[in-house]
């Protein structure tokens, strides 16, 4: 997990295909947990389901089992206007179920 967040952290300052795997890769995580909050600040055990299986979503669940937190490069998706919410934040914080959640994450 430690060679994960560094390369993540390493990748994240230099133009390289690495540089755009793992952002494309954060984002894809991102989507998929649909929440306003970047998900490395999220509790893995909260939404981690949501995530697609891969390597980052490996490493968030591995990073959520310790004190560490990763700070940036962060694949957050702005609102749109300032009242604007996001379906799966509402709905975790109404403690749906997990098999709920997943059917509502494709909509």
Known sequence: MIEHLQAIVTHSHRGSPSHDLHLQNMELVQCYVGSEQPFWDLPYQLHGHLA????????????????????????????????????????????????????????
């Not at 990763?70 to 403690?95: C, H, K, W, Y």
């Open 52 to 107: 697609p299986k891969g390597w980052i979503q490996f490493t968030w669940e591995e990073l959520s089992a310790t004190n560490l937190s990763l700070r940036g490069p962060l694949a957050t998706i702005p609102s749109n206007r300032e009242s604007d919410g996001f379906i799966m934040d509402e709905q975790v914080q109404r403690d749906w179920s997990a098999k709920n959640l997943q059917v509502l994450n494709p909509v």
